[in-house]
């Protein structure tokens, strides 16, 4: 079925009354890109993190209509919902449904991270050159609240394949908190975690997290929650892909869910803010470290002694 596609491009502090517009009307989905990313750069999707939405300066917003849509009175409903936006930037066209997943497996081949873990678009081909121990993730595009593309997301899961590597994953349980698309859940289930326990404050997020653990035929040994109603305790890995403000703020509240001689791994931080997170982690962390990849850094570290 074709579709009626608006597209405009506005900056990150514009970007919420934009969506809130589109979905007021009756948009069928709402989707951002990096508007100075070319198409195949890889820090064009990123991971949404708990409390916060990780955005660009510059954004294209991209709306569903059905396809008999008016464009006109598209329009003309978002002038009367919101006439301190500029609706003259948006463009229309005419697409195909199946535009939508042939782009997403055109722009996102399948990717390797650490020795054995693979972000594979859903029915795409893994390629030769993976090993026969490879573990596989496969993401449906329709659902791609992280793809694994962005450093932040890709540092996770080298940690991931690393512990596994070490056999610190097998029949652990996992805290992924700020699940997004459960793209790091599931790949801790993959490479041997018994259970994994996704946490993020967006429904959306958890029902893509959902949907994805079930089509890698991993749902039954992951449970996901919005912050306030995921139950207590601590936990042998936890992976936190967030911002570094959140990451200060919740300290206090992701070291309690560490067990002791546990691993962390905090993610989602620019170059530069590491350092004031070393500080504030070091109270219950020890052996912390720093990894780098692009304009992005990992720490992670062991649980102290209580």
Request: hydrophobic share 45%.
């Amino acid at each position: 079925m074709p579709f009626l596609e608006l597209s405009l491009r506005c900056t990150e502090a514009e970007q919420p009354r934009y969506a809130h517009a589109l979905e007021d009307i009756g948009a069928l989905a709402v989707t951002m890109i990096d508007a100075d990313a070319d198409t195949t750069d890889e820090q064009a999707i990123l991971e949404p993190g708990v409390g916060e939405t990780p955005l660009w300066h510059a954004i294209v917003l991209t709306a569903l209509f059905e396809d008999d849509t008016d464009a006109l009175l598209v329009l003309s409903a978002l002038e009367s919902f919101d006439a301190g936006l500029d609706w003259s930037r948006a463009s229309f066209r005419k697409v195909e449904d199946q535009d939508w997943e042939r782009a997403w497996m055109d722009q996102y081949a399948p990717l390797q991270f650490g020795a054995r873990t693979w972000i594979v678009p859903w029915n795409a081909e893994l390629p030769e050159s993976a090993s026969d121990d490879a573990i596989v993730i496969r993401l449906d595009p329709g659902l791609a609240f992280g793809s694994g593309t962005h450093p932040t997301t890709s540092l996770c899961l080298q940690w991931l394949d690393a512990l596994a590597a070490e056999g610190v994953l097998a029949d652990a349980d996992v805290l992924d908190y700020g699940c997004g698309s459960g793209i790091l859940a599931l790949a801790a289930l993959k490479l041997g975690a018994a259970r994994a326990v996704g946490i993020d404050n967006d429904p959306q997020a958890l029902i893509a997290s959902r949907d994805n653990a079930d089509r890698n035929e991993v749902g039954a040994a992951l449970d996901v929650y919005l912050p306030a109603d995921a139950p207590q305790g601590a936990f042998p890995v936890v992976v936190a892909n967030i911002l570094a403000t959140a990451l200060d703020a919740l300290a206090e509240t992701l070291a309690e869910r560490v067990a002791v001689g546990g691993r962390i791994a905090l993610s989602g931080i620019l170059d530069g803010q590491e350092e004031d997170l070393l500080r504030r982690y070091r109270p219950w962390f020890e052996q912390l470290a720093v990894t780098r990849e692009g304009d992005w850094v990992r720490i992670d570290g062991v649980r102290k002694p209580l």
